[in-house]
């Protein structure tokens, strides 16, 4: 198909060509941003150190989109070895230009035939202005995310639509949405719910590294299977309203990575985009996707089994809101055993993301420098009201030496994933001290708090925990960071339960401090087992510091290691690159 670069007028909005127009906002590793078309973005890989869209979310799908068309300059990698050869190529991105050149048609968001991402002709029925809102990201509660522009979104750049039209493919609400012609699910001018998009759906996980370049190199798997006939959406024929045929599909990671999950259509005139008609698209379901989706965790869900009659079934792990991306380390370096089933082994109720499992084979087989520090960046959507509004966005990164996720000596990523056991173990042990001396001094422990289902010391033990682990975040974000090949696993746990110990009993002190009169003095407390026994800061107190002990066998402390407040040995070099 020829591609008009002239073509504007009262028939339609001018081109608006991705392969050459900046769009794709980054940020540069001397800190500066700029925006760049999608030839400039693997041109100038080597100077940006991230994607820096609208809302995390973006980055996410921004970056599967560039991954998708990696995949398919490269025909792969299909196996480790490509992989490596890509790795130490002076210029792995070089085939993109000419592929962009080849494929550009189908990169105008406002061409009037192949749009980019979007089914042209797409209507109701009836000419109408279709508002912005449902293109851009609402958090929370459907309270627009930029306040600026409050009460709606009336118009956006075409870059900053194509961002938009890009994340709504991949983390759309569900709900009720305007029904199309041509689209046999729409019933009285609506489109009935049918979930969020396909991303919307996992816990998200990315490996980024040094660079851009290195990140698309380190998300680039190789399949677990042939993918022959594996394409992006923008080698597949325009799609209409209504479903494709979704036989088979998704047929590999290009497919997936441009899920078209709504139809929709942009309406625009010269000076940019002022309405959106959208609705569902391609349904895509979440079981037992892990051969294929490889950037999330999974778990058993024996709910859908019985649900459905069968004996396995994995789904995406969605990411906690309420807990750092450290907390869930275990979900990220745990095992990966895939075969427990076929093997006569009893399933495990988690894997880890397909991507995880394939760096962890790049270092096991040395393709990975030594001492080579990437970032875990976790991403995610918590809706609500029947998932037709965005309440957050998840977003966190932990950095760790790959050496962590080596499969073959797994000492050290046991040793890390330990250690937020250990620190939750801490926590739990604070939170119940100052539980204990609000009981201790209350008259009354079941007090309800207005507007809450807990009582006043259920609330003073989720405070204290709350704040300890927003203390501990820092250290053991940095501890992590410095572990490196060749440590001593004893020595980092030993090294980790001292900072643990000294954060939780700081913080206990100033509990025990701001404890009043009557908590000194006292009452006889009897318990859900049934005992009776008399509390008060002293009983609380050594309550707390026995099971501390308890929790933290290998704290032992010295008076030089109490004073100078290190969690571990730390070199400059590994400080900065954290």
């Known amino acids: 198909m020829t591609h008009d670069h002239k073509r504007t007028g009262p028939s339609g909005p001018p081109p608006f060509d991705l392969t050459e127009r900046p769009w794709l906002p980054v940020q540069l590793l001397d800190g500066g941003e700029r925006e760049l078309s999608l030839r400039e973005v693997f041109e100038e890989a080597n100077t940006i150190r991230r994607l820096s869209g609208d809302v995390p979310t973006q980055d996410f799908a921004l970056l599967r989109l560039l991954l998708a068309i990696l995949h398919d300059v490269l025909n792969g990698p299909q196996d480790s070895d490509e992989w490596a050869e890509l790795w130490h190529s002076s210029d792995p991105f070089a085939g993109v230009s000419d592929y962009l050149e080849q494929h550009r048609h189908r990169f105008d968001l406002c061409h009037p035939c192949t749009p980019f991402f979007q089914v042209p ?25 930029f306040t600026t522009r409050f009460p709606g979104v009336t118009r956006l750049s075409f870059a900053e639509a194509a961002r938009w039209l890009v994340h709504a493919h991949a983390f759309d609400t569900s709900g009720i949405k305007t029904g199309v012609l041509g689209d046999p699910r729409a019933t009285g001018g609506r489109a009935y ?33 042939p993918q022959h006939s594996d394409v992006p959406a923008w080698r597949r024929p325009p799609d209409g309203p209504g479903t494709g045929d979704l036989a088979h599909r998704p047929t590999g990671l290009r497919d997936l990575y441009t899920w078209q999950s709504r139809r929709v259509r942009l309406q625009a005139d010269a000076d940019g985009v002022f309405g959106a008609l959208l609705t569902y698209g391609d349904p895509l379901t979440p079981r037992n996707r892990q051969q294929v989706e490889p950037m999330t965790g999974w778990r058993r869900s024996r709910a859908q089994e019985k649900k459905h009659g069968e004996q396995l079934i994995y789904m995406p792990r969605e990411h906690d809101p309420e807990r750092a991306a450290w907390r869930g380390l275990a979900a990220l370096l745990g095992a990966n055993d895939r075969t427990a089933a076929t093997a006569g082994r009893e399933p495990a109720d988690f894997l880890q993301p397909m991507l995880v499992h394939w760096l962890g084979r790049l270092e096991n087989d040395g393709l990975l420098p030594d001492g080579k520090l990437v970032r875990l960046r976790t991403y995610g959507t918590v809706y609500g009201t029947q998932q037709s509004v ?18 073959s000596d797994r000492r050290l990523g046991t040793c890390a994933v330990d250690a937020v056991a250990h620190a939750e173990a801490a926590v739990e042990v604070l939170g119940a001290l100052a539980h204990d001396l609000v009981v201790a001094g209350a008259a009354n422990d079941k007090r309800r708090v207005q507007g809450d289902d807990k009582t006043v010391a259920e609330i003073a033990r989720d405070q204290a925990r709350d704040r300890a682990y927003g203390e501990l975040d820092g250290h053991y974000r940095t501890w992590l960071a410095a572990i490196a090949p060749g440590d001593d696993p004893q020595e980092l746990t030993a090294a980790w339960q001292r900072t643990a110990r000294r954060e939780t009993a700081r913080l206990a002190e100033q509990l025990l401090a701001a404890a009043g009169e009557l908590a000194w003095t006292g009452r006889m407390v009897k318990f859900k087992d049934g005992s009776e026994r008399w509390v008060n800061t002293a009983s609380a107190e050594l309550r707390f510091r026995t ?9 032992r402390r010295t008076a030089t290691e109490a004073d100078s407040g290190n969690s571990a040995p730390v070199s400059a070099d590994r400080k900065a690159q954290a």
């Open 193 to 225: 719910p049918q979930g969020p998009s396909w991303a919307g759906n996992l816990g998200g996980v990315s490996i980024e590294g040094a660079s851009l370049h290195e990140s698309l190199l380190l998300n680039l798997v190789a399949p677990e299977s």
């Open 390 to 407: 965005v309440d957050e966005i998840v977003s966190d990164e932990v950095a760790m030496d790959v050496v962590l996720l080596d499969e």
């Open 121 to 145: 002709g797409l209507t109701t029925g009836k000419d109408g202005l279709f508002p912005l809102n449902r293109l851009v990201a609402d958090v929370p509660n459907g309270d627009p995310f």
């Open 547 to 555: 099971r501390l002990n308890e929790s933290l066998p290998h704290a």
